[in-house]
Each structure stands twice: as structure tokens, then as C-alpha cells.
């Protein structure tokens, strides 16, 4: 129940289109939902989050899509460029849960590969 | 304003041995995190302080360990080290009481041979 899966594990997609990267999750209880990227030889940043109270959440050329009643989450990475090429991790959180306050429980990710 | 600040860098431990790894919190922030991150397992919460008290821990054995300071900063420690510990560890501050907004440090890599 803990768990968060995520996919594709890899995608490949043009500049200039859209990457779209899907997660599940089956713990009701989540109430916050990051997605982190990560370049190689780093550790992962925060790009954008959403709570449950909100459906989509937009910040530049990323944006979130949340179905509370389907328990998924979506990125989507309008405009994809070389640049955006790592791996992206989607994570779920308790917050209010006095229990598991600071623990993120992350998808395996998904490596982004956009050709020139 | 720096970053979460990991050392060392890179560590090379022998079976057996025990090692501890630092995190220097983002200045301000009271809540730190620690994950394993592996090629299998991905990433996996190992423990998480919050005004030198740990509020949260991860399904990992006894041999991990960890403490808060009053200045935040942090210590992991892994005692009889395996072949299997080897991965990145990876320390997440947040400023918020309810550790949103967790921004990550560069890293340990550990191996162990």
C-alpha cells in the first residue's frame, strides 16, 4: 500500500514534444506529490508539486495532472528540450499523518532522452 | 544562499567496517532526511530528524543509525558493513515543519568491497 509506480521507465521523445510520465498510487492517506529530477553525478531536484485539493498545477513548461479518484498522478514536459534529459522520480507523502511526516516514497523513475 | 552539503564526496569501505557519512542542512532548516538510492531499489527513506528528534525510519535494519545536532546538521551511520550497502546515500532538508519542499545534496557514493 506504500508503494508508487511509476511509468515508462525510459522514453524517448522529440524536441519540441511533449513527455508525459504517469504514477499510481494506492495509499488514500497520500496528501502530497512532488516530482524530482535527476542529472547524473546529482541529487534530485524538486520541479513541481501538487496537493489533492487541486486537479493540475502549471509552473512554466511543466505541468502536473492529479485524479484523486483513479489515484494517479502525471508530468507532463510541454516542449521538450535536450536539456530536460535525466531521470524523473514522482513521490507521494503523509503529510499530516503523524507517523510518516518526512518520509517520500518514490516512484523507480523514468530516463528522458529528447533528441535534437 | 549554499546548498545541502554532503561529505565526503565519494567512500570506499571495507566489509565489516562501519562508516559516517555528514549533511549540512540549507541554513534555516530544521528537517533532515536521509535515502538509499540503488539501481534496484531506487530511492528508499532511511530516517528523518526534525529539531534534533527522529520523527520517522525507514524499513532498514539496526545497523543504520543516525543523529541530529542542535545546528541542524546531521550524521548517518552504518555499522558492519555489507556488499549489499553499497548506493547513494543522499541527505534532503526541508524548512517546513512538515518536510514539503525537500531539497537534496549532491551525495555520498559509498562502496563497499
Known amino acids: 500500500q506504500q508503494q508508487v509506480k511509476q511509468s515508462p521507465q525510459s522514453l524517448i521523445v522529440q524536441k519540441g514534444g511533449i513527455s508525459i510520465i504517469n504514477c499510481a498510487y494506492e495509499?488514500?492517506?497520500?496528501?502530497?506529490f512532488p516530482w524530482y529530477q535527476q542529472f547524473p553525478g546529482k541529487g534530485p531536484a524538486l520541479l513541481i508539486a501538487i496537493r489533492p485539493d487541486v486537479s493540475e498545477k502549471k509552473e512554466g513548461r511543466f505541468t502536473i495532472s492529479f485524479n484523486k479518484s483513479a489515484k494517479q498522478f502525471s508530468l507532463h514536459i510541454m516542449d521538450s528540450q535536450p536539456g530536460d534529459s535525466a531521470t524523473y522520480f514522482c513521490a507521494a507523502s503523509e503529510i499530516y499523518g503523524s507517523s510518516n511526516t518526512g518520509k517520500l516514497i518514490f516512484g523507480q523513475g523514468t530516463t528522458l532522452q529528447v533528441k535534437p | 544562499k549554499a546548498g545541502v552539503t554532503q561529505t565526503p564526496r565519494y567512500l570506499i569501505k571495507t566489509r565489516g567496517q562501519q562508516v559516517t557519512l555528514s549533511c549540512s542542512p540549507i541554513s534555516g532548516h530544521r528537517s533532515v532526511s536521509w535515502y538509499q538510492q540503488t539501481p534496484g531499489q531506487g530511492l528508499q527513506f532511511l530516517f528523518e530528524?526534525?529539531?534534533?528528534?527522529?520523527?520517522n525510519k525507514g524499513n532498514f535494519p539496526g545497523r543504520f543509525s543516525g543523529r541530529q545536532f542542535s545546528n541542524s546538521r546531521s550524521e548517518m551511520n552504518v555499522s558492519t558493513l555489507e556488499l549489499g550497502d553499497s548506493a547513494l546515500y543522499l541527505c534532503a532538508s526541508s524548512f517546513t515543519r512538515d518536510s514539503t519542499e525537500a531539497f537534496f545534496g549532491q551525495g555520498t557514493r559509498l562502496t563497499v568491497v
Open positions: 530528524y526534525f529539531s534534533e528528534t527522529q520523527r
Open positions: 495509499n488514500t492517506a497520500f496528501d502530497y
